[in-house]
């Protein structure tokens, strides 16, 4: 199957500062990629839908300006996490569909973030 | 909007004993139906996925999974499970386009006893 990669695996920041997290489809082209939130021993809370050359687009309840998104290449999404606190500490996970119809989901292995 | 339940937060049954996970879902249109595993810590792995055709739908190790369209539900089986088989288990929805979102249940909590 496709492959989608997620770096990094893992990460801790300070709190207040930025940290950026990419998603890559590595054999194939992703017109959308998807990003989730999971907290602890909880499901996969989706935060935004990132379209290649516009715009995300947020689930209701996400901050955009605290979680950036841009998707400026058919194979890159990136996440930033602005100003980060403790409260953004979440495992969070990309995800990519091939294009067309009757497809799955790729999901990237992840990255859990952790802010001191 | 869809959304999908898993009404079981935990299921524990013995090695070697048969498993079915619960799901229904909520979805105006022909659901497109899903089932990932997750183990500690990592990424998702597809278990199967159902778009059409034969509502029995076999996947990997050895699980299968029947989608009913009258009781809107898609329940996850697999005839005797291995102590390898303790993950979460998660039903998900979507459309059939590829740029259309999938919405994940809450997920099911498998333990095994030896």
């Known amino acids: 199957g496709a492959v989608v990669s997620q770096h990094p695996s893992w990460v801790i920041c300070k709190s207040g500062t930025s940290v950026k997290i990419e998603c890559r489809s590595l054999?194939?082209?992703?017109?959308?990629m998807f990003w989730y939130r999971q907290f602890p021993k909880q499901s996969l809370m989706l935060m935004a839908t990132?379209?290649?050359?516009?715009?995300?687009?947020?689930e209701q309840g996400v901050e955009k300006d605290k979680f950036l998104i841009n998707h400026a290449s058919l194979t890159l999404s990136t996440l930033t996490v602005t100003s980060a606190h403790p409260e953004d500490s979440s495992f969070y996970i990309c995800?990519?569909?091939?294009?067309?119809?009757?497809?799955?989901?790729?999901f990237g292995q992840g990255t859990r973030l952790t802010v001191v | 909007a869809q959304s999908v339940t898993q009404p079981d937060i935990h299921i524990t049954v013995s090695e070697g004993a048969s498993l079915e996970l619960r799901c229904n879902y909520s979805?105006?249109?022909?659901?497109?139906l899903f089932w990932y595993v997750q183990s500690p810590g990592q990424g998702l792995q597809l278990l199967l996925k159902?778009?059409?055709?034969?509502?029995l739908v076999q996947g990997i190790k050895g699980f299968e999974a029947e989608f009913k369209r009258s009781q809107s539900s898609f329940n996850l089986r697999k005839p005797s499970v291995h102590w390898s088989d303790a993950a979460e288990y998660f039903c998900?929805?979507?459309?059939?386009?590829?740029?259309?979102?999938?919405?994940f249940g809450k997920g099911t909590r498998l333990h095994i006893l030896p």
């Open positions: 998900a929805v979507g459309a059939g386009w590829g740029d259309d979102k999938i919405i």
């Open positions: 990132s379209n290649e050359g516009s715009k995300a687009t947020y």
């Open positions: 159902y778009f059409s055709g034969d509502t």
């Open positions: 979805y105006g249109a022909t659901p497109y």
């Open positions: 054999d194939f082209q992703a017109t959308t």
């Open positions: 995800s990519a569909r091939l294009g067309g119809r009757n497809t799955e989901a790729f």
